[in-house]
């Protein structure tokens, strides 16, 4: 059993420190297998922030995936923002822009999303789609994650897909993703938490592939929703997403989903149902 605690969009620079202390206390007691970390670590990719975000980073449970986010990016310093859009973000937090974690039974791979061109919105290269395919062919059977800053799906409500800013060359990265059977998606981004099957949106995908979003986690940039992370445990054919939201307190679990495999379908299960079906039929009455 594995366990992850995907936190988004902690923009330093407009973090809420009592929120951040909490989720300090809440990790630190839950102990997550791994930490993922799915970029906007800052608000303006100053050095300051990147400091505060590093020094955060360090306070939180190991081992950590982290990949940066459009606002890691500069914005209004147009010299660094063309010259050296990361330049910062591997000086303070790490100068892989793709990592990779695996273990016996995870494999983690990020890609960063994050461009000067189109500040806001975000996009895979050619190069990472083909660096990507070499890398999960090492995946096997392992439960394969893929971590972007950038979504593969809107949300279940949006005003247009055109409105929302999805990750670019989504539909090419989709093809290698599906042809090994990555299981799940994690990014941020729109400060929205929701989940679904990446195949309500590319009909042609051959598998299920599980795409959740984090809202922010610890800012006060918070669009219509508390602050909240994602919990998530992956178990033998089993993978639970609970959003976990600040209630003004401390973080509380709003809404679990449950996936199991069935063949190569992520189907969502509702526990009580099941436990309902397993359980031994009740005694027929003799005059029944
Ligand atoms: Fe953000
Ligand atoms: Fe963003």
């Known amino acids: 059993m594995r366990t992850i605690a995907h936190i988004s969009d902690l923009h330093f620079g407009t973090e809420d420190p009592v929120v951040a202390e909490n989720l300090v206390t809440a990790l630190g007691r839950d102990r997550p297998s791994l930490v993922v970390i799915s970029g906007d670590l800052t608000q303006r990719a100053r050095g300051a922030q990147f400091a505060a975000a590093r020094d955060y980073l360090c306070r939180l449970p190991v081992p950590q995936v982290v990949v940066p986010g459009n606002h890691d990016v500069p914005l209004y310093d147009v010299t660094r923002r063309f010259l050296s859009p990361l330049g910062r973000y591997g000086r303070y937090i790490s100068e892989v822009l793709n990592p990779v974690f695996e273990d016996e039974e995870l494999f983690v791979a990020g890609l960063n999303t994050a461009r000067s061109l189109t500040w806001k919105n975000g996009r895979i290269s050619c190069e ?33 897909e055109a409105a929302i800013d999805l990750v670019g060359r989504a539909v090419e990265a989709l093809d290698v993703l599906d042809h090994f059977k990555v299981d799940l998606l994690l990014a941020g981004h729109l400060h929205h938490g929701y989940a679904g099957d990446t195949r309500t949106h590319y009909p042609a995908a051959k598998h299920s592939i599980i795409a959740a979003q984090a809202g922010t986690a610890i800012s006060r940039r918070r669009r219509h929703e508390p602050n909240a992370y994602n919990w998530i445990t992956i178990a033998d054919q089993h993978l639970s997403i609970e959003v976990r939201v600040w209630d003004g307190a401390q973080f509380k679990p709003k809404q679990t989903t449950h996936y199991t495999l069935r063949g190569e379908e992520w189907m969502v299960v509702n526990p009580e149902a099941e436990r309902t079906v397993a359980a031994p039929p009740a005694k027929t009455p003799p005059d029944a």
């Open 128 to 160: 990472q789609i083909d660096t990507l395919r070499g890398v999960l062919a090492r995946a096997g059977e392992r439960f394969k994650i893929v971590v972007t800053h950038h979504p593969f799906i809107p949300p279940p409500v949006s005003e247009g």
